[in-house]
């Protein structure tokens, strides 16, 4: 009964979830749309015109952040459980980020062990791990170093990324997984990291974080092997 009662508020907490984040996509698309509608007007000013332009842009971009961070690679389905080897998944995922560390002359440093697998839905581990890395990257708007290792024994994998970013404080760090917390004003979301949490607890993990203000962050992130998944279920 009890454990019925914990899944029917679950459910409902995604449930609202999924409301609040559609509402934060359709928002921006409306604002868009009545721009859009005002510009159809032939005798609008260039200038008006300009600036509806601007704004549509911005409203749509909005949107965009919104569906990157929740839903790119994590669509709301069945969850699907299959062996992931850390090495080649860590890799696809830089390779994605790899344009936007470019554009912020950011230097990705890898340091993978040789072998790890874990258990978990690999869209689901895409779409945290982009977010993690985004976020790393955001952090060097002047550039720096994120480096990306793995540790590997019996028990569980070490997921390690470390950037030379700006950092955060105390307050700032108990506020991670916050839904809708953001220090990056109108080009936030506040959505990734929730994500992260909510993805990397499905998956049986841990994360620390260790930041200092100006120097730069580091989140380790723990999750149990296979064979110690294969142990327990033995
Ligand atoms: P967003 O990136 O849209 O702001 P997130 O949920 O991804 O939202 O992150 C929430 C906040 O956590 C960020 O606004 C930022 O203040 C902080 N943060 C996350 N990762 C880092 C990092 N590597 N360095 C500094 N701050 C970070
Ligand atoms: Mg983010």
Redesign the pocket.
């Known amino acids: 009964m009890r454990q019925q009662l914990v899944k029917a508020e679950k459910l409902k907490a995604v449930e609202q979830m999924g409301a609040a984040i559609s509402h934060e996509i359709r928002n921006p698309l409306t604002a868009a749309s009545g721009f859009v509608q005002l510009l159809e007007d032939d005798h609008l000013p260039r200038q008006k015109r300009k600036e509806y332009l601007s704004i549509v842009k911005e409203e749509l971009n909005s949107a965009e952040r919104v569906i990157q961070?929740y839903l790119t690679f994590a669509k709301p389905s069945i969850e699907t459980y299959e062996e992931l080897n850390l090495k080649s998944e860590l890799k696809q995922i830089i390779n994605i980020v790899q344009p936007l560390a470019k554009q912020n002359s950011v230097e990705i440093i890898t340091d993978f062990s040789v072998i790890g697998m874990i258990k978990g839905d690999r869209q689901k581990f895409r779409q945290c791990f982009v977010?993690v890395l985004k976020?790393?990257i955001?952090?060097m708007p002047n550039g720096g170093y994120l480096s990306v290792s793995t540790k590997f024994n019996q028990s569980y994998v070490t997921i390690c990324v470390n950037?030379t970013?700006?950092?955060?404080t105390g307050k700032?760090i108990e506020r991670?997984g916050e839904p809708f917390?953001?220090?990056?004003g109108k080009n936030?979301?506040?959505?990734?990291?929730?994500v992260v949490y909510s993805i990397v607890r499905a998956m049986g993990g841990t994360i620390s974080v260790e930041?200092k203000e100006g120097v730069g962050?580091t989140f380790s992130f723990k999750f149990p092997t296979l064979t110690s998944i294969l142990k327990k279920q033995i």
């Open positions: 961070d977010n976020n790393a955001e952090a950037d970013g700006m950092g955060m700032q991670l917390y953001s220090t990056k936030g979301t506040g959505l990734g990291m929730m930041s962050t």
